[in-house]
């Protein structure tokens, strides 16, 4: 059984950072690509992040370009998204979603597995 667990989540204030954690059992880890998502209240889903498997090449939303950093740890079978300078803006639901063939990591069909979510709120 497949599983991903979010963690990480919580409420901050403006400017502080959070490290969200992607957890993933059931598969060969390091075949999949692992893209993070949210969804803010009211608003539909969108990607924020990916980090490919093969080459952990990496691409950024933009509005979190030079915030937000993605990576992973093969051995620990776990995707970290380490989110700095947050804003209110970046309150949402913030989902990991695995994907063995991923070529537009914005299409959330491309993906295989999802996880639950974990809030983050960034409010003062």
């Known amino acids: 059984q497949v599983r991903l667990v979010e963690s990480g989540g919580g409420l901050v204030q403006p400017g502080v950072s959070l490290r969200l954690s992607c957890t993933v059992s059931g598969l060969t880890f390091e075949h999949f690509g692992i893209g993070w998502f949210r969804q803010a209240p009211g608003k539909e889903r969108e990607a924020v992040s990916f980090?490919?498997?093969?080459?952990?090449?990496?691409i950024y939303k933009d509005s979190v370009k030079g915030r937000f950093t993605i990576f992973r740890d093969n051995a620990k079978n776990t995707v970290y998204l380490q989110m700095n300078s947050l804003k209110p803006e970046d309150t949402a639901v913030y989902y990991c979603?695995?994907?063995?063939?991923?070529?537009?990591?914005?299409?959330?069909?491309?993906?295989?597995?999802w996880g639950q979510g974990t809030q983050v709120t960034v409010s003062s």
């Open positions: 980090i490919s498997s093969s080459t952990s090449s990496t």
């Open positions: 979603a695995a994907g063995r063939r991923v070529f537009n990591y914005w299409f959330e069909y491309e993906y295989d597995y």
